[in-house]
């Protein structure tokens, strides 16, 4: 079956979504993901969503799901990469991801993780 | 108003949703609309391509491109034979659902086009008319 890669960085896990999602992939995701956290311990959750052309309510409630699992476990997401008009859109749409925090790079996102493990703060926190 | 170009898809599966958006992208390049007029007509068309399969049973997408004097636009329909809608004005306030979503396809939907409007008759089905003007 076609699955998104969930990838490990050191202490994070790294997923990058370039496909067209649809029911299955999300739910499968939701599980690899929250799998990778228990089995490796990971503290930070990046989603490269760099490459989606859109972001509907049905990608925003996969996205805020996993935030959510993954918090409950112990690790913080941060979603990088948001394309200006699709964060204009989400916005007007009335999505706010709320729990779901976003950077514009990996690098930034990486940066917020790790800085966020140390000293917990939340001033760099970007929203779309 | 004219029809310059026509076309009908049909919202069967969670493929198809994804078919309806590629098409509405191709129409809305064609037409010339900014990338975030794109992104906000193929959102709309996701989130409404959903809708009638998640909750209308599946259905179709019906896609226009047209000319009204010197102003040109898209106009998309959607069409299912589903339960319909019993309330109109709580379906689409946000955060209504009566399903496991967020409840902001339908209102989300509105606010990303300029026009916009919902035919639907319970026990009948639905259909919901959305226009994004250049
Ligand atoms: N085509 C349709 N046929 C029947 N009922 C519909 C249809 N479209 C919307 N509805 C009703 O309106 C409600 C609100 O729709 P809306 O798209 O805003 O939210 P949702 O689909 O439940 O969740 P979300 O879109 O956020 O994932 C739905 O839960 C459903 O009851
Ligand atoms: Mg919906």
Redesign the pocket.
């Known amino acids: 079956m076609e699955r998104i890669p969930v990838l490990r960085m050191g202490s994070l896990l790294l997923i990058t979504i370039q496909v067209d999602m649809h029911d299955k992939l999300a739910l499968q995701l939701q599980d690899d993901v929250t799998e990778r956290i228990s089995d490796w311990g990971s503290t930070g959750v990046l989603i490269d969503i760099s490459s989606l052309e859109i972001v509907d309510?049905?990608i925003g409630?996969m996205l805020a799901n996993i935030a959510g699992m993954s918090r409950v476990l112990g690790a913080e997401t941060v979603v990088v990469g948001m394309q200006p008009a699709v964060a204009i859109t989400l916005v007007e749409l009335g999505m706010s991801l709320t729990g779901v925090r976003t950077a514009l790079s990996v690098e930034a996102g990486m940066e917020l993780l790790y800085g966020n493990s140390i000293t917990g703060s939340e001033d760099e926190r970007t929203e779309a | 108003m004219s029809v310059q170009k026509r076309e009908v898809l049909p919202v069967k599966n969670s493929n198809d949703v994804v078919l309806a958006r590629q098409k509405v992208r191709q129409l809305a390049v064609e037409l010339r609309f900014s990338l975030v007029d794109q992104t906000k007509l193929v959102t709309a068309a996701s989130?409404l391509a959903?809708?009638?399969l998640?909750?209308?049973k599946g259905?179709s997408m019906t896609v226009e491109v047209i000319v009204n004097g010197a102003r040109s636009g898209l106009k998309m329909v959607?069409e299912?034979q589903?339960?319909?809608?019993a309330n109109i004005e709580d379906?689409?306030k946000d955060g209504?659902?009566?399903?496991n979503?967020?409840?902001?396809?339908?209102?989300?939907s509105k606010r990303l086009v300029n026009d916009f409007s919902i035919e639907?008759e319970v026990g009948k089905g639905?259909r919901?008319t959305a226009v994004r003007w250049k």
């Open positions: 309510s049905f409630r | 989130e959903r809708n009638a998640d909750h209308g259905g959607f299912d589903g339960p319909g809608i379906a689409l209504f659902t009566t399903g979503g967020m409840g902001l396809g339908l209102g989300g639907t639905t919901i």
